[in-house]
């Protein structure tokens, strides 16, 4: 079973990266994760230490109290082990409870609540013990780990009349309750951090989600704008052809000499062709802008097809007096659509054949510098620098006589470039106005593993 989807996660890192309204989403989620954690870590440690002082305090006032008592009855040890008894049963907390006097064997125990070790010898507790002999008016505390558990192990002398010091009350205190409070209160932070983090994540979701719509209004108005300049310049485009229609058909009502009227139905004919390019340009540019022109992509060699689409145009190429050479090495395999990829190379063929008078037109394709290269080369009009910048631009056709006589939309070259570039390519012109034009059109190859 998959957990995760690794193209998701990279789609969501791509997304996060290209939106930095995000960012700042993120940035506050980390920041107030990070500050509940900060706190929460704070106040354990304020809370345990707290806990730890009064724990302390309390064995402390616990010994204060009964030192005189433990000096007064330091000879009765039944009634001395009576009211340590008392004192522990009140006191759940009271580990261990003893009373313990030097002797020349060393530290010994005179009584306690366990009656078995009552006289034995007390070891390794030198240091606590000296420093409750050093000071008899205090109490000394230290801090013993067993078993998973805390315990304050505290000392106090019990001093005579003359303050000399006669025994040593010392005690052993469980935390285990304090700590399990504290385990508790963590456990219940970590519970609200968890729900700190789903609500976090709802606050994410809800403003990418927020983003995705102010995007889609921003894509929408964009598009709306697109419209409109498309159908302002689509209906100005199909006035002209149907104008010079329209006119030389009222000129022919009126009536003409015969020797004209020829002439008049060639430049008739000449516009309804215009119009006819324009209306199949004009639906693949819908197509295009809408993003419904789908793409079939798939890995094959170009060459077959492109040598095909040179092969169709062979007879047009002749007719005008010119030469096509094709020079297309095969047996390199690219991603394509190869019914899309047909399109380009006849528009860019075409328009070589079209604006080229004499000379001859070369198709190349094959590897060139780690990318399939196809470039469509002509000897015909070319253009200048400035025309070059607005070739690929809709409607853009070349000022000058030349090219009004050829039909054309200026549309050819704007789908041309929305194809390639669908197909994963890039293309671009290198001409010199009376001399010739290059189109140059470009593919990554595959990267085989
Ligand atoms: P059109 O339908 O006018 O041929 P295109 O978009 O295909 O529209 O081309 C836009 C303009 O680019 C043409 O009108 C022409 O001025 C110029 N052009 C295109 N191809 C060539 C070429 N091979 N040589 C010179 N000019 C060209």
């Known amino acids: 079973m998959k957990f995760f989807d690794t193209r998701a996660l990279k789609r969501g890192a791509d997304r996060i990266r290209s939106t930095p309204q995000l960012w700042l989403t993120i940035f506050v989620a980390i920041a107030i994760f990070g500050s509940f954690l900060y706190i929460a870590n704070r106040f354990t440690g304020i809370a345990r230490d707290a806990q730890d002082r009064l724990v302390n305090v309390r064995v402390g006032s616990l010994q204060d109290a009964f030192a005189p008592l433990a000096a007064l009855f330091i000879n009765d040890t039944p009634q001395l082990r009576a009211y340590m008894q008392d004192i522990a049963g009140k006191n759940p907390t009271i580990a261990e409870f003893l009373v313990i006097t030097q002797t020349p064997n060393g530290w010994t125990i005179k009584t306690t609540l366990d009656e078995r070790s009552i006289g034995s010898t007390l070891l390794g507790y030198d240091f606590l013990l000296s420093l409750a002999v050093a000071d008899p008016s205090n109490s000394f505390t230290v801090e013993e780990l067993g078993n ?36 508790a209160s963590i456990q219940s932070s970590f519970g609200i951090l968890v729900v700190i983090l789903l609500l976090l994540l709802v606050l994410f979701f809800h403003h990418a989600r927020i983003i995705d719509y102010s995007e889609l209004y921003r894509r929408l108005k964009e598009i709306d704008q697109l419209k409109d300049d498309f159908v302002g310049m689509v209906s100005h485009e199909l006035r002209s052809p149907l104008t010079i229609i329209r006119g030389y058909i009222a000129e022919l009502v009126a009536g003409v000499e015969e020797g004209r009227k020829s002439e008049m139905l060639k430049r008739i004919d000449r516009s309804a062709q215009t119009l006819n390019l324009l209306i199949a340009d004009i639906l693949d540019v819908a197509r295009l802008e809408q993003g419904r022109l789908a793409f079939t992509m798939n890995t094959i060699d170009p060459a077959p097809g492109i040598l095909g689409v ?140």
């Open 310 to 449: 040179c092969e169709e145009l062979q007879k047009l190429t002749l007719a005008k007096g010119l030469t096509l050479s094709p020079h297309v090495s095969p047996g390199t395999e690219i991603h394509i659509d190869s019914e899309r990829l047909r399109q380009v190379v006849m528009n860019l063929v075409s328009n070589a054949i079209k604006y080229s008078d004499t000379g001859e037109i070369t198709v190349a394709g094959g590897v060139d510098g780690g990318r399939y290269i196809l470039r469509v080369s002509d000897t015909g009009i070319g253009m200048s620098a400035e025309d070059q910048k607005q070739l690929f631009g809709k409607f853009y056709r070349v000022q000058g006589e030349r090219v009004r006589t050829e039909v054309g939309t200026g549309l050819g070259l704007w789908i041309t470039k929305q194809l390639v570039e669908g197909m994963g390519g890039t293309i671009s012109v290198e001409s010199i106005k009376g001399v010739g034009s290059h189109f140059i059109v470009s593919f990554p190859l595959i990267h085989k593993t």
């Open 148 to 183: 998973g558990e805390r315990f304050f192990r505290t000392a106090r002398a019990v001093t005579d009349s003359e303050d000399k010091v006669i025994a040593v009350l010392l005690t052993r205190q469980t935390l285990s309750e304090a700590d399990r409070q504290i385990a």
